[in-house]
């Protein structure tokens, strides 16, 4: 990996030429140049290698790579999660793709039972660089088992690192973070983000895991955003810019490692918490941002956090249904608006 | 043997073309319309097994099928209505509009589906020990596939814990030979689906869809031995999907599958072999008219009562939110008993031990 360390660790991408890319071809990107850097690197996954490459994600890499690199699979989400412990154990760094998150469950004991523990029950001595790229489902009745987004999950497990991008130019630098990380990643994006495009850097960068972004400065409250909720996050602190709310929005990138740093400092800035995370309430990752900033803060806090979730219960198909519900900007604005109006 | 013949043939035409035109249908309203909006995969092609299946039913046999599951909820013998209503999302549908296609389901017919692969091998294993458990009936338990199950680890348990507990299980596994866009040669090394499954212990047979009365006999035969506590079947059936994967557009521009298969395939039909058999069988011109013009009128009253329908609202849906309650006994025993259940418990209060 000598020629990718040329590139330091950064918050934030290295100006230079950039090329406007959607969130896919982002994601496809990254994955691009971290096997162009890294002979290790290789991508698997259902239909990993056909025409249409996992809405896009992996177009094209099996015939700039060869099959020996870019393969399809049978469905055997286990196994095939087993495989990529055994060989990034022997030093590859697999990226195993999931076209929906709940397709990854059968794969749950690998993670919680091998892949988790692996590098600490060693004593330090063997490492475990794999990523699992899962794509959340949404709309158009992806229903109970099509559409589930189980970070808090996986992201309570000792050892996993859980990534969730809200944007282009983040996806490429946390996609390549997380594969040339020594740890075992999960990488979840949202399929609501596929079509967003924004100016992505050229050259390979590495946004740091652990390093949350300021995406809007405010005074007035703090909005920490995840994954898919990030551009309702933006678009409702433009709306509440137009009332004289300014809402600061912390996009947080990873839940693992969680940057507890740049949350605290925005609720000192702000004296208020607003969390919007596209999962489940319930024992969820709002719930753990929440709680941690109320027991170092707690009292110093303005008033109650809000969070913006889920409801808890499983995504209906029916459209008016499913219309409802997802929470959407408006539900941010109303979550913002009640905690700087302290009730 | 003559007149049972023709009651089957026509049986199963009627069942085939019903399931085709549903699928022909409702590929047609999709778009523009956009009313059903959810993932669909349509089963145009493959309504062979499921025809055949369904003169084997009765209405205490369970079905678990994998997501291309119209042909099979309409051989359970559910209502059309229902099936096209929860695709258009109603409170009428068949699972009030929640699952859509993908988890398409009537609990009053014993119909269930499910979109994650291989689920329902694993399902249909409890149903058919729930089935042997209660003795007395002769209920069995079918679960639905295709060959990109037999990739997945829980396949393979469920056919040793059916073999092992000789449980009552038809293991229907239609291959279309491909798994969405994978084919066969890039999922296995050996494609010898049934000898698998007979290595388990589980008694096996392959055949073609082509002729659907020869299908639907040699199912009869193999339905009876499970009822009679022979123990699980695996039976593959070589079919072919002539629709695309999902949705209703075809996706033969992925390049997935060889033009001239996808022509071969369509150019023997099994619905117009099952049509050639009906007549052959003597089966009446008459007769073979009013199946066609019934299936059509059938498909387009259920989807006109679709429309008609109400969407569910969330606040309908409190009741099937809450908690469900308690087994029956223990009503019965805090009637008998309030205060063993209720209340004056000496190890349900806190107390310094
Ligand atoms: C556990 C799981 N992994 C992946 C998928 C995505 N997927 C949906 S359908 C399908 C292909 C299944 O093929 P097969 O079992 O042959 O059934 P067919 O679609 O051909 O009828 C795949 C891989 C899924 N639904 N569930
Ligand atoms: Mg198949």
Redesign the pocket.
């Known amino acids: 990996m000598s020629k990718a360390s040329a590139v330091e660790l950064a918050s934030t991408p290295r100006a230079g030429r950039a090329t406007r890319l959607s969130f896919g071809a982002a994601v496809n990107a990254a994955q691009r140049q971290a096997m162009e850097l890294d002979e290790n690197v290789f991508v698997f996954g259902?239909?990993a290698d056909g025409k249409a490459g996992i809405f896009g994600s992996t177009a094209g890499l099996k015939e700039r790579f060869s099959a020996r690199r870019v393969f399809d699979t049978p469905?055997s989400?286990q196994s095939l999660t087993a495989l990529a412990a055994g060989a990034a154990n022997a030093g590859l760094r697999p990226v195993l793709v999931?076209?929906?998150f709940?397709?990854l469950l059968?794969s749950a004991d690998q993670i919680a039972n091998w892949i988790g523990p692996w590098r600490y029950i060693s004593g330090g001595h063997a490492t475990m660089p794999l990523t699992i790229r899962a794509i959340v489902g949404k709309g158009w009745g992806q229903g109970p088992?099509?559409s589930k987004s189980l970070h808090s999950w996986f992201a309570h497990l000792p050892g996993m690192q859980v990534v969730m991008p809200g944007s282009p130019a983040d996806a490429k630098g946390l996609l390549l973070s997380s594969i040339f990380s020594n740890d075992p990643t999960l990488f979840i994006e949202g399929r609501s983000l596929y079509a967003m495009e924004e100016e992505v850097p050229d050259e390979p960068y590495f946004i740091r895991l652990g390093r949350a972004l300021v995406r809007r400065p405010g005074k007035d409250v703090t909005l920490v955003a995840i994954g898919s909720l990030v551009p309702g996050g933006l678009e409702a602190a433009e709306q509440l810019a137009a009332e004289r709310i300014e809402v600061e929005v912390v996009d947080l990138r990873t839940l693992v490692p969680l940057d507890l740093e740049t949350v605290l400092a925005s609720v000192g800035r702000t004296g208020r918490l607003v969390v919007a995370d596209p999962g489940w309430r319930d024992f969820g990752a709002a719930a753990e941002v929440i709680a941690s900033v109320c027991e170092r803060v707690g009292p110093a806090l303005k008033a109650a956090p809000q969070r913006v979730t889920w409801p808890h219960r499983y995504a209906p198909t029916s459209a008016p249904l499913e219309a409802g519900y997802y929470p959407t900007s408006a539900d941010i604005v109303r979550a913002c608006k009640s905690a700087v109006a302290g009730i | 043997m003559g007149q049972t013949q023709a009651a089957d043939a026509l049986a199963l035409y009627r069942m085939m073309r019903l399931i085709r035109r549903t699928e022909e249908i409702l590929i047609a309203e999709y778009h523009p319309a956009n009313e059903m909006r959810c993932p669909m995969?349509f089963?145009v092609g493959?309504e062979a097994a499921p025809a055949a299946l369904s003169l084997q039913l009765r209405p205490d046999d369970v079905i678990m099928s994998?997501?291309?599951s119209h042909g099979y909820y309409l051989a359970k013998g559910a209502p059309l209505d229902a099936m096209i209503a929860e695709f258009y999302g109603k409170a009428t549908g068949s699972n009030g509009g929640l699952a859509g296609s993908m988890e398409l389901a009537h609990h009053g017919f014993h119909f269930y589906s499910g979109?994650?692969?291989?689920?329902p091998l694993g399902l249909a294993v409890g149903s058919a020990f729930a089935q042997r458990y209660r003795r007395g009936g002769s209920g069995i338990s079918v679960a639905v596939?295709?060959?990109?199950?037999?990739?997945?680890g829980v396949s393979y348990e469920a056919l040793n814990l059916a073999a092992l507990h000789r449980l009552p299980i038809l293991f229907l596994c239609?291959?279309?030979r491909?798994?969405?866009h994978?084919p066969a040669p890039a999922r296995a090394a050996s494609h010898d689906l049934i000898a698998r499954a007979a290595a388990f212990g589980v008694a096996v047979r392959r055949m073609p869809d082509k002729n659907p009365l020869e299908l639907a006999a040699a199912m009869n035969v193999i339905v009876a031995d499970i009822r009679e506590g022979r123990g699980p079947f695996l039976l593959e059936v070589e079919t072919y999907?002539f629709c695309g994967?999902?949705g209703p557009e075809s996706d033969d521009h992925l390049d997935y599958r060889p033009v001239a298969e996808v022509d071969a395939a369509k150019a023997s039909d099994p619905l117009a072999a099952m049509l050639r058999l009906a007549r052959a069988a003597g089966v009446a011109d008459a007769a073979l008219e009013e199946v066609d013009a019934s299936c059509d009128e059938q498909v387009w009253s259920a989807i006109r009562a679709a429309k008609a329908a109400p969407f569910p609202r969330f606040q309908d849906l409190r009741g099937i939110e809450a908690a469900n309650g308690y087994a029956p006994v223990v009503r019965e025993l805090i009637d008998a008993a309030p205060t063993r259940f209720l209340g004056g418990q000496a190890e349900t209060r806190l107390r310094p031990y």
């Open positions: 259902i239909g469905i989400e999931h076209q929906r709940d397709f059968y088992q099509h | 995969h089963c493959q994998h997501y291309r979109a994650i692969v291989g689920g596939f295709g060959d990109g199950a037999m990739d997945e239609e291959n279309n491909y798994a969405a994978t999907r994967h999902v």
